[in-house]
C-alpha cells in the first residue's frame, strides 16, 4: 500500500472529485401499478410521520424485517427517482422490501406521491426531530465558526457547511433511532443519483442473517485527511477507555498500517451500504458514538459518516461479519463498482463498463480489505490498479 504522504495530492484530488459531485446535504417490475393512499400519523406524533399503504396487498413473499432507508430533501425527488428505479429493476420488484424516508422538513405530497409509486414496498415518510438537526448543547458555537472560516480559506470541501455536518452527525449515530426504523433489522441505505448495473437475483438481507453478517459494503476508498485529523487519537482513547469492546478477531489490519498507532485513512464508502441495525444499537457502537459525539469533532473538524461506520465495524465485529458485495453493479459519482469477470456481467445482465471498475484503483481500499482477510481476487485484478478512470 501506497504511504500516505507520498499520495497526498492523489488523495486531495480525488477527494475534491468526489465532494464537488454531491450535495451539500447528502444524506448518498420497477414500476408499481398499485393505488395508494397515504395515512397521516395520528396521536402526539411529534415526528409526523406518513405511510403509504398499497391497496392491492403484494404476493405473500417470506422478507426479513429490512428496509431502505434514504435521507433526502424534497428537492432531490428527481434524482432520487431515478435510483428507486434502479434498485427496483435490478433487486426489489422481486423482494418487495419497504422504504424509509427521512427530511429534516416535511415531506411535499408530490414527493410522497411519485416515490410510492415506484416502491414496490411500503414507504414511510419522516421528519427528523429538531434536536438532532442542530447544534448539540455542548458545542461552542464560536469555535465551531472559526473552524468553518479556516476551513474555506483551505478550500476543504464543504469544510464551512453546516448542513453537511449535521448530516454526517445524524448518519453517523441517529438515523438508526428514528421511529420508523424501529420495527427492523437491517438496513440498506439508498442516496439520489446513484446506478445499480446488475441483476440482484438473491435476497441480500436473508444472505446477510444467514450468513451471520453485519455491515456489507461496494466500494471502499481513503479518506480525505485534513477532515479527521483527530478521530483516530479520539478512537485510541475511546479503545483504552472501553477495551472490552474491541473484537478479538477484528480487522485493525484493515484500518492501520502500523497495528493501531496511526489511520491509514481506509473507510468503506457510505452512500451504500448494506448492515445491522443491532449492530448500531449495541453498547459497544452507541458508546463509540457518544464518545465521538462529546468532543465536537463533527463541528471543531468534519468528521464523516463514512469513517465511523468504518472504524467502528473493523473494531467491533468479527471481520468475518464485514462483506463486500462484489457481485453488486453500484455506481455513486464518480466512482463506480463494475466486476471484471465478463461472464459473470453477462450472467447478471450488468449494463457497465468494467474499465471503469474502481474496485483495484490503488485509491480503493479494496485491494487492501482481500489482502487482510486472505481473500482470493479475480484474474487479472492487477490491470486495473492504475487503469485512469
Known sequence: MMKIDGRLAKVLGM?????????????????????????????NNKDNIYRMV???????????????VTLARNSDLYSLLESIRSIEDRFNHKFKYDWVFLNDDEF?????????????????????????????????QDRAARVREEMREK????????????????????????????????????EPDVRFFCDVDYDVFRFMRENKKKYG?????????ATIETLWETTRKFMEKHPEYVNSNNMMDFISDDNGLSYNNCHFWSNFEIGSLEFLRSNAYSDYFDFLDQTGGFFYERWGDAPVHSIAA????????????????YFHPPFQQCWIDEEFRK????????????TWNDFSCTSKFYDVNKMKKPARWYEYVSRPL
Open 347 to 358: 450472467d447478471r445482465r450488468c449494463a457497465c463498463n468494467a474499465d471503469k471498475d474502481f
Open 314 to 329: 473493523a473494531l467491533f465485529l468479527d471481520r468475518n461479519e464485514i462483506h463486500h458485495f462484489s457481485d453488486i453493479g
Open 217 to 225: 459494503f461496494t466500494i471502499s476508498i481513503h479518506e480525505y485527511p
Open 155 to 190: 478550500q476543504i470541501i464543504y469544510g464551512d457547511s453546516v448542513p453537511y455536518r449535521f448530516m454526517c452527525r445524524y448518519e453517523s449515530g441517529l438515523f438508526y433511532k428514528h421511529e420508523l426504523m424501529q420495527q427492523y433489522d437491517y438496513y440498506w441505505r439508498v
Open 54 to 68: 398499497t391497496q392491492q396487498e403484494a404476493p405473500a413473499v417470506e422478507r426479513e424485517k429490512a428496509t431502505f
Open 108 to 140: 411535499t405530497d408530490e414527493f410522497k406521491r411519485m416515490t410510492s409509486a415506484l416502491v414496490s414496498g411500503t414507504t414511510h415518510y419522516g421528519k427528523i426531530p429538531k434536536e438532532q438537526w442542530s447544534f448539540p448543547s455542548w458545542i461552542d
Open 15 to 43: 477527494a475534491a472529485i468526489l465532494l464537488m459531485t454531491v450535495s451539500v446535504f447528502i444524506y448518498g417490475t420497477g414500476v408499481s401499478d398499485w393505488s395508494t393512499r397515504v395515512e397521516k400519523g395520528s396521536g
